[in-house]
């Protein structure tokens, strides 16, 4: 595992806009040469026929396909709201017109 210098941290930090007090730029100096060591472990692995993927998992689609089932009418659905005009809610203007 490789240590990044204070440098380095200094100049994450500075690209991320991170404000890092000394006991924090130690912390993540070990922190990030640990990602980095893994990710070299990864550009290690022979990766020449493995297929592109955006997900580690084969999921599939778990929604139910459409049915027509029956439901309220207009009528009754307009029953419940406190003002109707022309088949549809009337609901008070919230937009000034300029």
Known sequence: MEK????????????ARLALREEE????????????????KIRELDLANVEPTAHV?????????????PSLSQEEVLQNGPEVQ?????????VEEG
């Open 4 to 15: 990044l210098s204070q440098e380095q941290v200094e100049h994450v930090a500075r690209l």
């Open 25 to 40: 730029k130690a912390i993540f100096a070990e922190q990030l040469g640990q990602i980095l060591a893994y990710a070299a």
């Open 57 to 69: 998992l084969g999921l599939t689609n778990v929604t139910r396909p459409d049915e027509v089932r």
């Open 86 to 94: 022309d088949g549809y809610f009337r609901v008070p203007r919230i």
